[in-house]
């Protein structure tokens, strides 16, 4: 940690803040530098406007709006408009959320999502759910609110996920083939066949959603699968070798240490009760 | 009950895993002699059965830890035992949620009372129907089942703050909607129909710091957000947050985090 007192880390791993607000005539928020945290904000009613770089953005109910750390601060209420009524949370997200957090930006930082109509009611009462864990003053509560915030940020991107079905489609197949085949070999030709596409595409397919060549992404499921069955079996080292195609133990346990960086033994006593 | 789930079925991305599903059975029967490596915990829907020598009936939850050797059984008169499971790994942060009152070692077991029975089986039939569906989803089912550990430990009694009586949340409110003021035991006491020692007793055996204490963390940390997300001066942020003496919370809000407010308002 570099910049903040141990004091200032919350206990258990959450660092959230939340709440309501409603901006009236005038009314806005400037931050040059933004903040070191991330800031979701949803429209409830009203229009608000969000300032970036030298354009703008004018939002209205069930615009969502996601700002990284370090991106400028630059909204409130929309000229002309009544009142802009939101919900925010300032939070750090536990480092597997980022992957869910990749919405559409328009800038830079600046992340904007559209809840469908018939979502958006739910959603909003999340929000509130939310809020009122946060605000409860009650042992756990604020924990409990990280968990309604880790909900909302998988259900928007499954909402926004659901824009791009074909890519979708590929790279579940492929996915579900690596998976159901992990104890044989599993080439390029094979993966361009079950997604009925070239070769090139797959790999640019893989390395994006990845970021790992083909031969690389298939031998991670293979080392993952092989760290599960280490975990949660008593299944020989052979066996699992065997389980996760490779021809030797030997050369298994080798590409096991260069990956995962210990030797299948050692992970396996790693935590041993 | 499965006991080693399936490859395609694993949600195991992130070192943890999560294995979901329900029963509905008139003949059920199972040993786990050595137990399993995972957690397992069940809730009792409808009809009755047992764990070991535990008996459970509609709204019992059972927690079992790795390596717990267990046989259960529905109760031989029982109408169908319909029940709801997750056999999983927790999250580290979920350690402090796991210790639930034992009936024997590694054996353990909460009784819900009628609203939180309704939340549970609300989050229990969704993490079923998430889990039965691709990754992302999954993923939502994990997140049930945070948040039905969560909504256990509000009812288990070895957990801090479990069963805040009404009396308590009546002063917690009373504390929130008051923080720019002085607020006294005694008044706490008063709206809560206790007397001051009672109070301060029944306070910190719920909270575990005492109500001072309590009070002072919610001025820190109305000050801190405060500082954090407006503009407003030093000194106003001190009588928002129920401070007079501008000096004495600067020392106090060192205190806690190290820095002093304008120091704390330059990180950002």
Same mark, same amino acid.
């Given at each position: 940690?570099?910049?903040?007192?141990?004091?200032?880390?919350?206990?258990?791993?959450?660092?959230?803040?939340a709440?309501?607000r409603?901006?009236?005539?005038?009314?806005?928020i400037w931050?040059?530098?933004?903040?070191?945290d991330?800031?979701?904000?949803?429209t409830?009613?009203?229009?608000?406007?969000?300032?970036?770089?030298?354009?703008?953005?004018?939002?209205?109910?069930?615009?969502?709006?996601?700002?990284?750390?370090?991106?400028?601060h630059d909204?409130?209420?929309?000229?002309?408009?009544e009142?802009?009524e939101?919900?925010?949370?300032?939070?750090?997200?536990?480092?597997?959320?980022?992957?869910?957090?990749?919405?559409?930006?328009?800038?830079p930082?600046?992340?904007h999502?559209?809840?469908?109509?018939?979502?958006?009611?739910?959603?909003?009462?999340?929000?509130?759910?939310?809020?009122?864990h946060?605000?409860?003053?009650?042992?756990?509560?604020?924990?409990?609110a990280?968990?309604m915030?880790?909900?909302?940020?998988?259900?928007c991107?499954?909402?926004?996920?659901e824009?791009?079905?074909?890519?979708?489609?590929?790279?579940?197949?492929?996915?579900a083939?690596?998976?159901?085949?992990?104890?044989?070999?599993?080439g390029?030709?094979d993966?361009?066949?079950?997604?009925?596409t070239?070769?090139?595409?797959?790999?640019t397919?893989?390395?994006e959603?990845f970021?790992?060549?083909?031969?690389a992404y298939?031998?991670?499921?293979r080392?993952?699968?092989?760290?599960?069955?280490?975990?949660?079996t008593?299944?020989?080292?052979?066996?699992?070798?065997?389980?996760?195609?490779?021809?030797?133990?030997?050369?298994?346990?080798?590409?096991?240490?260069e990956i995962?960086?210990v030797?299948?033994?050692q992970?396996?006593?790693?935590d041993?009760? | 009950?499965?006991?080693?789930?399936?490859?395609?079925?694993?949600?195991?991305?992130?070192?943890?895993?999560l294995?979901?599903?329900?029963s509905?059975?008139?003949?059920?029967?199972?040993?786990?002699?050595?137990g399993?490596?995972?957690?397992?915990?069940?809730?009792t829907?409808?009809?009755?059965?047992?764990?070991?020598?535990?008996?459970?009936?509609?709204?019992?939850?059972v927690?079992? @830890?790795? +390596?717990?050797?267990? &046989?259960?059984?529905?109760?031989? *008169?029982?109408?169908?035992? !319909?029940?709801?499971? /997750?056999?999983?790994?927790?999250?580290?942060?979920w350690?402090?949620?796991?210790?639930?009152?034992?009936?024997?070692?590694?054996?353990?077991?909460l009784a819900?009372?009628?609203?939180t029975?309704?939340?549970?089986?609300?989050?229990?039939?969704?993490?079923?129907?998430?889990w039965d569906d691709?990754?992302?989803?999954?993923?939502?089912?994990m997140?049930?089942?945070e948040?039905?550990?969560?909504?256990?430990?509000?009812?288990n009694?070895? @957990?801090? +703050?479990?069963?805040? &009586?009404?009396?308590?949340?009546? *002063?917690?409110d009373?504390? !929130?909607q008051n923080? /720019?003021?002085?607020?006294?035991?005694?008044?706490l006491a008063?709206?809560?129909?206790?007397s001051?020692?009672?109070?301060?007793?029944?306070?910190?055996?719920a909270?575990?710091?005492s109500?001072?204490?309590?009070?002072?963390?919610?001025?820190?940390?109305?000050?801190?957000?405060r500082?954090?997300?407006?503009?407003?001066?030093?000194?106003?942020?001190?009588?928002?947050?129920?401070?007079?003496?501008?000096?004495?919370?600067?020392?106090?809000?060192?205190?806690?985090?190290?820095?002093s407010?304008?120091?704390?308002?330059?990180?950002?």
């Amino acid at each position: 940690m570099t910049d903040r007192p141990d004091s200032y880390i919350p206990p258990y791993d959450y660092y959230l803040l939340a709440g309501s607000r409603v901006f009236y005539h005038g009314e806005s928020i400037w931050r040059k530098r933004g903040t070191r945290d991330w800031l979701l904000i949803a429209t409830i009613a009203g229009t608000g406007r969000i300032g970036y770089g030298l354009g703008s953005v004018d939002i209205g109910p069930g615009e969502w709006i996601l700002l990284s750390p370090g991106a400028a601060h630059d909204y409130g209420i929309s000229p002309g408009a009544e009142a802009w009524e939101i919900r925010w949370a300032h939070f750090i997200p536990r480092p597997y959320w980022l992957e869910w957090m990749a919405w559409p930006e328009i800038s830079p930082g600046l992340r904007h999502l559209r809840i469908g109509s018939d979502v958006c009611i739910p959603m909003n009462d999340l929000f509130d759910c939310l809020i009122r864990h946060f605000s409860s003053g009650l042992p756990g509560g604020e924990m409990h609110a990280m968990a309604m915030l880790e909900e909302i940020f998988l259900k928007c991107a499954q909402i926004w996920q659901e824009g791009q079905p074909e890519y979708d489609q590929q790279i579940e197949n492929i996915a579900a083939y690596v998976e159901a085949n992990l104890q044989s070999p599993i080439g390029v030709a094979d993966l361009c066949h079950v997604a009925g596409t070239t070769k090139g595409r797959i790999v640019t397919l893989i390395r994006e959603e990845f970021g790992l060549s083909p031969r690389a992404y298939v031998e991670s499921r293979r080392m993952a699968f092989a760290k599960h069955q280490l975990d949660h079996t008593s299944f020989s080292i052979s066996e699992i070798s065997e389980l996760v195609g490779y021809s030797t133990p030997f050369h298994f346990s080798r590409r096991f240490h260069e990956i995962v960086g210990v030797s299948p033994r050692q992970y396996r006593k790693r935590d041993e009760i | 009950m499965p006991n080693l789930p399936k490859n395609e079925n694993i949600v195991s991305e992130y070192d943890y895993y999560l294995y979901a599903g329900h029963s509905d059975s008139d003949n059920f029967d199972l040993h786990s002699r050595g137990g399993t490596r995972d957690w397992l915990i069940v809730f009792t829907l409808e009809g009755y059965g047992r764990y070991a020598r535990l008996p459970v009936g509609p709204g019992d939850l059972v927690l079992i @830890a790795p +390596g717990t050797p267990y &046989d259960s059984a529905d109760a031989p *008169a029982s109408p169908v035992w !319909r029940s709801k499971w /997750a056999h999983f790994n927790p999250r580290p942060h979920w350690l402090d949620l796991l210790h639930w009152p034992e009936f024997t070692p590694g054996l353990m077991h909460l009784a819900t009372d009628s609203e939180t029975r309704d939340t549970l089986t609300s989050l229990f039939t969704r993490m079923v129907d998430y889990w039965d569906d691709r990754i992302p989803r999954k993923m939502l089912s994990m997140n049930m089942l945070e948040q039905i550990l969560l909504q256990c430990a509000g009812i288990n009694p070895l @957990a801090v +703050g479990s069963r805040i &009586d009404l009396r308590l949340r009546t *002063a917690i409110d009373y504390i !929130r909607q008051n923080i /720019a003021y002085e607020i006294s035991v005694a008044d706490l006491a008063r709206i809560s129909g206790l007397s001051p020692s009672r109070f301060a007793h029944i306070f910190s055996a719920a909270f575990g710091i005492s109500p001072q204490k309590y009070i002072e963390d919610r001025r820190i940390e109305l000050a801190r957000q405060r500082l954090f997300l407006s503009r407003r001066s030093i000194r106003e942020i001190a009588a928002e947050a129920g401070f007079k003496d501008q000096l004495y919370f600067s020392r106090r809000f060192r205190k806690y985090t190290g820095l002093s407010p304008s120091e704390f308002r330059d990180q950002f």
